[in-house]
T-cell receptor, first 117, second 110 residues
Framework: DAGVIQSPRHEVTEMGQEVTLRCKPI?????LFWYRQTMMRGLELLIY????????DSGMPEDRFSAKMPNASFSTLKIQPSEPRDSAVYFC???????????????FGPGTRLLVL | KQEVTQIPAALSVPEGENLVLNCSFT??????LQWFRQDPGKGLTSLLL?????REQTSGRLNASLDKSSGRSTLYIAASQPGDSATYLC?????????FGTGTSLTVIP
């Protein structure tokens, strides 16, 4: 398996523009997670899905952020409008959990480095 | 809310030295704890996963221990190598999501 795939790897945009980040989880994994990593706050969970359904979006910073998972092999994280403080590395991770979140590890993608000018 | 702290934030050691990285968490009600490695510009790679019922896990030169009651975990790296240079993060899982520490940046000097 190619692992978790994220695109783009780098994104530079201007404040106010819409940004869409994409993720393809590992085939067969039924959990998908979106994280944001900054120097100040470290790694923060934004939202996670189970079987394409959003389970917990309490980490989504504000209404400018939205995430979707239309099918088991694709998810998007959208920021509209983007602001300079959104600059960070955004990671997608997936896992397979037979009985819940308690047993298995997560596999991370390489991340998308976002810079909002 | 669970808070995870890692000390030290940065560590530099000569090659061959044994070292210990520390992780502490505020709420002992966890299901498991994981140690990850992050290389510059890369994603995270899981190193060891310790279930709450376990006290330690070993993989090669790595040994992770868990003392749930005191809210602490250590990652022991034996005979360190330059290839071990990376940031090491611990994450605790109370059952609904993972909480990450800010990591320890390790440099192993040849």
């Amino acid at each position: 398996d190619a692992g978790v795939i994220q695109s783009p790897r780098h994104e530079v945009t201007e404040m106010g523009q819409e940004v869409t980040l994409r993720c393809k989880p590992i085939s067969g994994h039924d959990y998908l997670f979106w994280y944001r990593q900054t120097m100040m706050r470290g790694l923060e969970l934004l939202i996670y899905f189970n079987n394409n359904v959003p389970i917990d979006d309490s980490g989504m910073p504000e209404d400018r952020f939205s995430a979707k998972m239309p099918n088991a092999s694709f998810s998007t994280l959208k920021i509209q409008p983007s602001e300079p403080r959104d600059s960070a590395v955004y990671f997608c991770a997936s896992s397979f959990q037979a009985g819940g979140l308690n047993q298995e590890t997560q596999y991370f993608g390489p991340g998308t480095r976002l810079l909002v000018l | 809310k669970q808070e995870v702290t890692q000390i030290p934030a940065a560590l530099s050691v000569p090659e061959g030295e044994n070292l210990v990285l520390n992780c502490s968490f505020t709420d002992s009600a966890i299901y498991n704890l994981q140690w990850f490695r992050q290389d510059p510009g890369k994603g995270l790679t899981s190193l060891l996963l310790i279930q709450s019922s376990q006290r330690e896990q070993t993989s090669g030169r790595l040994n992770a221990s868990l003392d749930k009651s005191s809210g602490r975990s250590t990652l022991y790296i034996a005979a360190s190598q330059p290839g071990d240079s990376a940031t090491y993060l611990c994450a605790v899982n109370p059952g609904n999501q993972f909480y990450f520490g800010t990591g320890t940046s390790l440099t192993v000097i040849p």
